[in-house]
């Protein structure tokens, strides 16, 4: 195992000083300390939820009141968009298009693999920093300019790509200007992802702390590995298929457009017999590992969440590290259970339907676990813990309604429903989201040395925790009636439809209560970087390395090398005069302290 030497003192304070004389763009800007990348990841993701939410609050203005004109922003926006006031469908496809895009790609896996990745995985480990800080920061910045292409692109002539999040050819292909800029976006994105993900590989395997084994790495530090190796291997696929689209788009080439191909009644030039289910095939090998990107950091966020505030180990460590292996491996051979409607035999069905099964299992083994980790713990409900424990029946909800969608004789009439709406909203929103916000909580001490405030915490968590369920529970009921996703009225057009509608608005209200219902985190972050409740290193008497740096942490890190005597959860022992017996701490220095 490689380990971490503890450098001469003199080599140290060297280094300190000549990071202090560094000048603002440097330090701050084009910085290499994975702190500061992590903290630039993590406010550029959530300025991007932001804007990808409030991209949906319009699109609930639509589904709500269709045709209606929406007072004063509505003329803000323009005659090419919203002539009247009143939203134009090629807007709406815009909107939701970029909706699913911003907040996958440029907001929640960035915050959750980049912001928490960043910032957090080194500190846990007891490393300096990231093997390869220059990679670091090109990473970020990859990451930066692919979002600022993606928001370029409203502007274009003819708007934002307007093809869904899922870009299906052949009608991406033949698309305006934005999707274009999406496409190049998309690289950006990617590029950047694949960036970070060696990055975490080669850190995690390389820098650990002295006696930090494999089996003493908290949960957090596997789940980043894992999710880095699905980055490492799906993203390429998905990045062909990016350049593969542009080609077709402005090279004349055609990988994904059929010979004969007629559009608006002409026939188009497309002679080479390319295969629009080409595109599926790529962009689903990406996006089913790609959910497990987003949920597999929370699960880490929430392991690290539960056990500190239960003061108690996590039940099954072994067996949740082994689930994580056995998810990576098998969310590679799950995607085509996206693509029944495409006409596959009932063999190929067979086999996706079963693999999707399949994986159900260890995401039940690690929900499971974390369930048994709350019984007979001495239970702090703290903020970030209630996002926590708020997070487990609503992965649950999201995780039971998609194993319908797993089986071709249930997908075929729920696909493309509100049904599958609901499901995955409740896997990334109220799950993955929540997760994010207990991370927020729980180390924000650890980056700014101050507290969050508890009032203005549960402010915020207990209005967020009914509006989203107000959001999302119904479209439960929309997608059983067979109303389809992605249409511009609503389904109002169609009879079968209207008498579940009155639904729309219920969304639509819980929508913008949960809106409402950020403004106390936001007043709550800015406020606590300056006036929170100052603290020491560890005010949560936590056991893992990131508690024995300072808060918050120098140039570095740690004022001397840690060493890991323990495993990562030892709260509780019996005959230890505190609860918590951190891993940085000797048997000698724990008598002492």
Same mark, same amino acid.
């Given at each position: 195992m490689a380990t971490l030497e503890t450098a001469p003192a003199h080599e140290a304070e060297h280094e300190h000083a000549e990071h202090q004389h560094l000048g603002?763009?440097?330090?701050? /800007?084009?910085? @290499?300390?994975?702190? /500061?990348?992590?903290?630039?990841?993590?406010?550029?993701?959530?300025?991007?939820?932001?804007?990808?939410?409030g991209l949906v609050t319009l699109m609930r203005w639509q589904l709500a009141y269709p045709g209606r004109a929406l007072p004063w922003l509505g003329k803000l926006l323009g005659d090419t968009r919203m002539p009247g006031g009143a939203m134009l469908p090629e807007f709406y496809n815009q909107l939701g298009a970029m909706h699913g895009t911003i907040m996958v790609f440029m907001g929640v896996v960035p915050l959750a693999v980049g912001g928490f990745g960043n910032f957090v995985l080194p500190l846990q480990i007891g490393a300096p920093d990231m093997a390869f800080p220059k990679i670091n920061m090109?990473?970020?910045?990859?990451?930066?300019?692919?979002?600022?292409?993606?928001?370029?692109?409203?502007?274009?002539?003819?708007?934002?790509?307007?093809?869904?999040?899922?870009?299906?050819?052949?009608?991406?292909?033949?698309a305006g200007q934005g999707q274009t800029m999406w496409l190049f976006g998309m690289i950006f994105l990617i590029t950047s992802s694949l960036l970070g993900s060696i990055n975490f590989i080669v850190t995690t395997i390389q820098l650990r702390a002295n006696g930090l084994s494999f089996f003493r790495l908290p949960f957090f530090v596997w789940s980043q590995l894992v999710t880095s190796f699905l980055l490492l291997l799906a993203f390429p696929p998905l990045e062909a298929a990016g350049v593969m689209q542009l080609m077709d788009r402005l090279g004349g080439s055609s990988f994904f457009m059929p010979s004969g191909l007629v559009v608006s009644g002409q026939v188009a030039a497309y002679t080479g017999g390319g295969n629009p289910l080409l595109w599926q095939h790529l962009f689903w090998f990406l996006a089913h590992p790609e959910v497990y990107v987003l949920i597999l950091p929370a699960f880490g966020i929430v392991s690290e969440v539960i056990a500190n505030n239960t003061r108690k180990p996590l039940w099954g460590y072994k067996i949740m590290v082994y689930s994580l292996w056995f998810l990576c491996f098998m969310s590679f051979i799950v995607w085509a259970h996206h693509m029944f409607f495409t006409g596959m035999g009932t063999t190929m069905a067979t086999f996706f339907q079963t693999t999707t099964m399949i994986i159900s299992i260890p995401s039940v083994v690690i929900l499971s676990a974390l369930f048994l980790s709350l019984w007979g713990g001495s239970i702090r409900f703290s903020t970030p813990m209630l996002f926590a424990l708020a997070f487990l029946p609503m992965f649950g909800i999201g995780g039971l309604t998609g194993l319908p969608l797993g089986l071709s004789a249930a997908d075929i009439p729920l696909h493309d429903t509100y049904y599958v709406i609901g499901h995955f909203h409740y896997v990334v929103a109220p799950g993955t989201i929540f997760a994010l916000f207990a991370g927020i909580y729980h180390w924000f001490p650890k980056a700014t040395g101050r507290k969050m405030s508890e009032r203005l915490g549960k402010l915020h968590f207990w209005p967020s925790l009914i509006f989203i369920n107000g959001i999302f529970m119904p479209m439960f009921i929309l997608g059983l009636a067979g109303v389809s996703r992605r249409l511009y009225d609503g389904g109002a057009s169609y009879d079968f439809a209207k008498p579940v509608l009155h639904w729309n608005v219920f969304m639509s209200i819980s929508a913008w209560g949960l809106a409402l219902a950020q403004i106390p985190f936001i007043i709550n972050f800015f406020m606590s970087i300056k006036r929170g409740e100052k603290v020491g290193q560890n005010?949560?008497?936590? @056991? @893992?390395?990131?508690?024995?740096?300072?808060?918050?942490?120098?140039?570095?890190?740690?004022? @001397?090398?840690? /060493?890991?005597?323990?495993?990562?959860?030892?709260?509780?022992v019996p005959g230890h005069p505190t609860d918590f017996t951190p891993q940085f701490l000797s048997a000698q220095q724990q008598a002492t302290s």
């Open positions: 603002f763009w440097r330090q701050y /800007v084009f910085s @290499t300390d994975h702190k /500061v990348i992590g903290i630039q990841y993590a406010v550029t993701g959530l300025l991007f939820l932001l804007f990808g939410f090109a990473s970020y910045w990859s990451y930066f300019l692919g979002g600022m292409t993606m928001l370029a692109s409203f502007f274009v002539p003819g708007g934002a790509a307007q093809s869904g999040w899922t870009s299906y050819a052949p009608l991406s292909v033949i005010p949560w008497e936590a @056991t @893992t390395l990131e508690w024995a740096a300072p808060s918050p942490p120098p140039h570095g890190n740690f004022t @001397t090398a840690p /060493v890991a005597y323990r495993g990562p959860y030892e709260y509780s």
